[in-house]
T-cell receptor
């Protein structure tokens, strides 16, 4: 199956700063790349996704970029707020294989 | 729209017993559902892909006789953990796509926390 790697595993930022989480994937046939946010004990929630025919997508403070040639994609959160603190997962491929997750801690 | 309901949310069972977890798509039909397992502070590990009307596709290393999957209708998939042992204690979560296209997002159930004593 697909192999998705995610970095960093933990990220601490000051409120108002930007946060960037990066993922790489192995299967060049993958064409769909969602990002999920999971709060403790809860289900993952889709926050943004991108398809392979697009290089960048933005939704308010959240943006995702995709480089198909290099097989990597990134999540960018600007003006971080304490409520952004959670675990973020990237995913790839048809059956949705997840990265290892990034615990984001936004310090007020 | 695209609500996935999972029951039970928590279950405690004794070692050697079997536990069934249900995953329902409430307002859409799901020909395919996915079952994941998540250990504390770890990622979601895909266990199997549940296909309506046919056998499930298991990921490498997942015992199909241990984790029985049945997808008998377009709105219901079940995962049965047979002869459960303490090492099966985990958070199990199902998901389904809101439509049949391969690049549509997954919608997740609330998960089931299984504790085997």
């Amino acid at each position: 199956g697909e192999n998705v790697e995610q970095h960093p595993s933990t990220l601490s930022v000051q409120e108002g700063d930007s946060a960037v989480i990066k993922c790489t994937y192995s299967d060049s046939a993958s064409n769909y790349f969602p990002w999920y946010k999971q709060e403790l004990g809860k289900r993952p929630q889709l926050i943004i996704d991108i398809r392979s025919n697009v290089g960048e997508k933005k939704d308010q403070r959240i943006a995702v970029t995709l480089n198909k040639t290099a097989k990597h994609f990134s999540l960018h959160i600007t003006e971080t707020q304490p409520e952004d603190s959670a675990v973020y997962f990237c995913a790839a491929s048809i059956r949705i294989y997840f990265g290892s997750g990034t615990k984001l801690n936004v310090k007020p | 729209g695209a609500v996935v309901s999972q029951h039970p949310s928590r279950v405690i069972c004794k070692s050697g017993t079997s536990v069934k977890i249900e995953c329902r798509s409430l307002d859409f039909q799901a020909t395919t559902m996915f079952w994941y397992r998540q250990f504390p502070k770890q990622s979601l590990m895909l266990m199997a892909t549940s296909n309506e009307g046919s056998k499930a596709t298991y990921e490498q290393g997942v015992e199909k006789d241990k984790f029985l999957i049945n997808h008998a209708s377009l709105t219901l998939s079940t995962l049965t953990v047979t002869s459960a042992h303490p090492e099966d204690s985990s958070f199990y979560i199902c998901s389904a796509r809101g439509d049949s296209s391969r690049d549509s997002p997954l919608h997740f159930g609330n998960g089931t926390r299984l504790t085997v004593t």
